[in-house]
């Protein structure tokens, strides 16, 4: 819930992330705000708005399990300043359940959200895919000030290979794969409401292949997560490894893949986005 001093302003000992991402019921409705702490060149950035909806759900006294897989379209721009957020239980049943919450501003929708919960259960367990290899987090040098846009200054960036190129504009595209370890700047631990912001942190395919920054902006982004609470509980990391790439760019849509794996070696998130660019 929001936390807010006797005053009435913002609890500064909370987390900005967690500040960032409160809803309160006011009225009846679920109500949040945006963060210019999280803002991005055009309105607010897409990872902690999709968090800030996913944190509402987690507060239903009848949501069951942890979330599987997460759904965000942003159907139309996000401004600054307040939003509803209008929570729907589609399905349930013994062991599932699916989720719809629709962000509105204005009394348009603005973005919604299909998610997908579970409980999981011991059963037969096998993983094919293995931790790309890279230094420990603490022996890469993160960027420091590369990026202006507010939100990416809340995360610490520490490319491993693809190191982005912004002012390079390029003759011929180069490659579009990213491996970085990623962290809040201020050291969170890393859990559902994390995860699927950094599924957005991942710099647009399109600055990469091209060396410049071009106008861009998530369409939608769909998150599966591969480990429940008592999974990242365990892991007990403020870091991961994430890795992401593309495959295709073509009149004015591209795609854009993405995953983030614990110190430890755990595949977290599997994450794939549409992006809309202009170029």
Known sequence: ???????????????PFDR??????????????TSDDYFGFFGPFGGVTAATMLRAILLQPERIGDPLSVT???????????????????????????????????????????????TRRPSWSHHTATMPKAPPVDRVEPLSGEIVAPWTQQYRFAFVEGHPRFDARLDAPASTF??????????????????????????????????????????????????DAADLAAENATAVLGVADARIFHKSFGDQTGELWSPGGRLLVTTSQVVYFQA
């Open 20 to 33: 960032s991402t409160q809803v309160i019921i006011a009225d009846g409705r679920w109500r949040g705000i």
């Open 1 to 15: 819930m929001l936390e807010t001093t006797p005053d009435g302003t913002t609890d500064p000992t909370i987390h």
């Open 178 to 227: 990213s491996k970085m370890w990623l962290s809040d700047a201020t050291p969170r631990p890393i859990d559902f409401l994390s995860l699927l912001s950094m599924s957005d942190s991942f710099f647009a395919r399109i600055f990469h292949a091209l060396g410049t920054l071009v106008p861009i902006g998530t369409v939608s982004m769909t998150t599966t997560f591969h480990a």
């Open 72 to 118: 965000v379209n942003f159907c139309a721009p996000v401004g600054g300043g307040g939003f509803d957020l209008d929570l729907r239980l589609i399905k349930a049943t013994r062991s599932t359940q699916h989720w719809m919450v629709e962000l509105m501003q204005n009394g348009d929708v603005a973005a919604f959200m299909t998610a997908m919960f579970a």
